[in-house]
């Protein structure tokens, strides 16, 4: 089913390629029915490349998915300069709007101390705003925003980088509909979260886990929340 994504968005290009759907804004706004809004905050340095990723996996939705692209204000870019700038909007002009789910992108600042980011309080900030997140869910790739529930990271002796397996905990939970028992996650990280936190939190639980790459898919109990270990959003030879 069709996204709906900004004209001109030099993205579009790639769908159209790849035979999956994405609307118009002018034929988006005339059909009658309300689509998902989804905010993306893309942070990472390979900026078109991590939305072409983002768009392929929201493009397999049955709903027509509307996507607002977020960019923090406190930190200065010196990558895509010019596309962050048209396309991309800081959080004090989205947070009037009301959005159905928010989608944080990782950023490969892992061996920095969160606090000593400089866009580390207008991320911790992004939840305080009930007019634009309230009942929206978020979808997080990186572990920061777990950082507020005490769950700490540990840094790897070496870097863990490649494809790993990961097992289902609960093969019958709603939110692995469609998965593998058996499944596989990219990774490319140094540090791993803290398992005896997470596993003795009382509000989050691990859906899957492998044996080398740690938790891979976390959610609050409520399902409000979730988070990535991984990068399943990566197309074939990202990581070569």
């Given amino acids: 089913m069709p996204i709906n994504i900004p004209d001109g968005l030099p993205t579009k290009k790639i769908p159209h390629n790849e035979y999956f759907f994405a609307l118009e804004e002018e034929v988006a706004a005339s059909q009658q029915i309300r689509p998902l809004r989804v905010m ?14 983002i768009l392929r996996l929201i493009s397999k939705s049955p709903l027509q998915v509307s996507l607002d692209f977020m960019r923090v204000s406190s930190h200065e870019v ?3 300069r010019d596309h962050l700038v048209k396309f991309y909007e800081t959080f004090a002009t989205l ?28 991320f911790t900030r992004l939840g305080r705003y009930p007019c634009a997140l309230d ?7 990186d572990d920061k925003a777990l950082y507020k529930y005490g769950i700490h990271e540990i840094d790897l002796p070496e870097k863990l980088f490649g494809v790993f397996s990961q097992r289902l ?40 886990e492998g044996i080398t790459s740690g938790p891979a898919i976390i959610a609050t109990l409520d399902f409000h929340e979730i988070y990535l270990t991984g990068h399943f959003e990566y197309g074939r030879g990202i990581l070569a």
Avoid at 135 to 141: E, K, M, N, Q, T
Wanted: hydrophobic share 35%.
């Fill in 95 to 122: 947070k009037a709007n009301n959005y159905d789910g928010l989608i944080a992108t990782s950023t490969p600042v892992e061996q920095m101390p969160f606090e000593d980011m400089d866009y580390w309080q207008e």
């Fill in 78 to 80: 010196t990558h895509s």
């Fill in 40 to 53: 993306p905050l893309n942070l990472m340095p390979t900026t078109i490349e991590t939305e072409t990723q």
């Fill in 169 to 208: 905990c609960d093969e019958y939970n709603f939110l692995a509909n469609g998965f593998d028992e058996l499944l596989y996650m990219p990774y490319s990280r140094h540090a791993m979260l803290d398992e005896v936190e997470l596993r003795l939190h009382p509000k989050l639980q691990v859906l899957s």
């Fill in 135 to 141: 009942d929206a869910s978020l979808l997080g790739r």
